[in-house]
């Protein structure tokens, strides 16, 4: 391949011939003769140039990353001919990857190798794989350049931020007192068993342990704390609806951070949680994982999971936890509360799952639509954006009211707050013993 010099000294050369001939200097087979000793120049130049397809590629660095973090990629390059490469290397990768287009300009001696970093920084969540490596060799006399693409696979996985983290200090002391509160309360719904002590005046005469008494010779009394090892199972909807952009992010993506910060406090609690995520089929499940791998696991589960353009089959997930989940457990589902979705799909099936458990319903609300419904009546048009907001809002409270007919609590927040308040509803039922 011809390099810009080529075309510029055949220009001239064109240019110099034409001249020269117009005046009378040069006969005309001059410009052919110059032609093919350009030509021929260039051929051995292209000759001399190390061959790009014999280069030696690899790639090393991070495979995660939070999403709107940044992190590198090292690309080596080892060059195996006798030939110095004076190369010029292009590392190319999806554009959501947030890779520098810069291309690297470098001499690399025989059997040399060298380390090219890729600063990444990614604008999307999920896997972003790398595209190609494009070398191209120039010659010595920079007549000709040889080009060869390389296929060096490499997937970069973007976590969620998992911003409502900054809550979880919060919870966590919330937890401690829900718990302590319980000890202190005695027994009561949802409790069980903690520990022995002795009876200070002013405790509830009715938790004396007697027979503990009688072994000890002083009066016992049992202290209760929230059950642990309950099952909390988080259901992400990852249909149509899950796409719908809420501020800056789609809806799915504020149910990831409100399933893990749930996820976070309910592991703490002594919790058991599992996650499915499902459409018209399952997409990721998490389930028997216990302890400090917890997070970890749910965050790489629903890294890449994106919404799918199809209707949540409700009958399909219904029959997945129930499947999974024998025991009575909390489930909670990060869905949207739209009257076609969920009055078509989850109603009819939501009886059987609220029979065998205790379901929350977890929606993120739209501030456009509160937005759209308080339009100012200042032009005639402005009567149909608020009569849209108006009427989207009214079918947003039926459905709720629907769902909660049906024995289920429905949650409503703005993406702002919606992982808090969704970790607030399961401290307030742990807190009341109705877990």
């Not at 030696?56 to 690309?75: D, P």
């Not at 999307?124 to 190609?132: E, L, M, V």
């Not at 202190?184 to 405790?203: A, H, K, M, N, T």
Request: charged share 25%; hydrophobic share 45%.
């Amino acid at each position: 391949m011809p390099t810009a010099r080529t075309a510029a000294l055949a220009a001239a050369g064109t240019v110099g011939v034409i001249g020269g001939s117009i005046l009378g200097f040069y006969p005309s087979a001059v410009f052919a003769v110059l032609l093919v000793l350009l030509a021929l120049l260039v051929l051995v130049d292209r000759a001399r140039a190390a061959d790009p397809r014999r280069f030696a590629l690899s790639r090393s660095g991070a495979t995660t990353v939070r999403l709107g973090e940044s992190t590198q990629v090292v690309l080596t390059v080892r060059n195996p001919t006798r030939t110095a490469g004076e190369l010029l290397v292009r590392d190319a990768w999806v554009p959501s990857a947030g890779a520098s287009d810069e291309p690297y300009q470098l001499r690399l001696p025989a059997g040399a190798t060298v380390q090219l970093p890729t600063a990444l920084t990614p604008t999307r969540r999920g896997d972003r794989p790398a595209a190609r490596v494009t070398v191209r060799s120039r010659g010595p006399l920079g007549l000709a350049v040889r080009q060869a693409d390389h296929e060096v696979p490499w997937t970069l996985r973007v976590l969620p931020r998992f911003a409502s983290r900054r809550h979880l200090p919060e919870k966590l002391s919330r937890l401690r007192t829900v718990e302590g509160a319980t000890a202190i309360r005695g027994r009561g719904q949802g409790s069980e068993f903690d520990v022995l002590r002795e009876y200070v005046p002013g405790d509830d005469v009715r938790s004396i342990d007697w027979r503990a008494t009688a072994r000890r010779g002083d009066v016992m009394l049992r202290t209760w704390r929230p059950e642990r090892s309950r099952r909390v199972v988080c259901v992400l909807d990852t249909g149509r609806t899950s796409a719908v952009r809420v501020g800056d992010e789609p809806r799915l993506d504020a149910a990831m951070e409100a399933a893990l910060l749930l996820a976070a406090v309910a592991r703490e609690a002594g919790d058991q949680v599992d996650l499915i995520a499902a459409d018209h089929r399952v997409r990721a499940v998490v389930t028997a994982v216990q302890g400090r791998s917890l997070l970890p696991r749910l965050v790489d589960a629903v890294a890449p999971l994106q919404p799918a353009m199809v209707e949540t089959d409700f009958e399909l997930i219904t029959s997945e936890v129930l499947r999974r989940e024998r025991k009575r457990c909390l489930v909670v589902v990060f869905t949207a509360l739209e009257p076609g979705a969920l009055g078509e799909g989850l109603l009819p099936v939501l009886p059987k799952l609220a029979a065998r458990h205790r379901v929350l319903i977890a929606a993120v609300h739209d501030h456009a639509l509160t937005d759209l419904a308080a339009t100012p009546l200042d032009h005639p048009g402005d009567v149909y954006a608020a009569a849209a907001g108006t009427r989207a809002l009214a079918d947003r409270e039926r459905i709720a009211g629907a769902l909660s007919r049906n024995g289920v609590t429905v949650l409503d927040f703005p993406a702002d707050v919606f992982a808090s308040r969704v970790t607030d509803a399961y401290l307030d039922l742990k807190a009341s013993g109705k877990l």
